[in-house]
């Protein structure tokens, strides 16, 4: 199946970590990374998953093809499923963060609040 995401570009649509490439998670395994304002192109595996974004913590060793050590900020999960179109994704950071003046986005169980990946209209 092939998709395409962006990485929303503005003040606010990446407010944490807009400097940073996210890596694209498919299933749990790293197949792209975004930057801000860019669209990548995947071809993915014909089967239902789960597509997820992450933020690198450049300090830690990346593998491909799997989760690397480092990456936290992982999104809530958006499940996907084949289709014969280009389906289209965007990633943005989630309002809340702009205000986040105490650093909760480094709170591990605030993670998943921090970016969020939608399906856009095509």
């Known amino acids: 199946m092939d998709i395409t995401i962006c990485r929303k570009r503005g003040f606010f649509d990446s407010a944490h970590g807009r400097r940073v490439p996210l890596l694209v998670l498919f299933n749990g ?3 792209g990374r975004v930057a801000t304002g860019e669209v ?6 014909d089967v239902v998953g789960t597509l997820q974004v992450g933020l690198l913590d ?23 499923s084949p289709s014969p179109q ?3 994704f965007s990633v943005k950071t989630r309002s809340w963060v702009f ?3 105490f650093d ?6 605030l993670g998943r609040w921090v ?3 939608q399906k856009e209209a095509t």
């Open 29 to 31: 395994a790293v197949v």
């Open 99 to 101: 205000f986040d003046v």
């Open 58 to 80: 450049d300090r830690k060793p990346s593998r491909s093809g799997d989760v690397p050590e480092g990456v936290f900020s992982v999104s809530q999960g958006i499940s996907i």
């Open 86 to 88: 280009v389906q289209a």
């Open 104 to 109: 909760w986005v480094y709170f591990r169980p």
């Open 40 to 45: 990548l192109a995947l071809t993915l595996a």
């Open 115 to 117: 970016f969020a990946v």
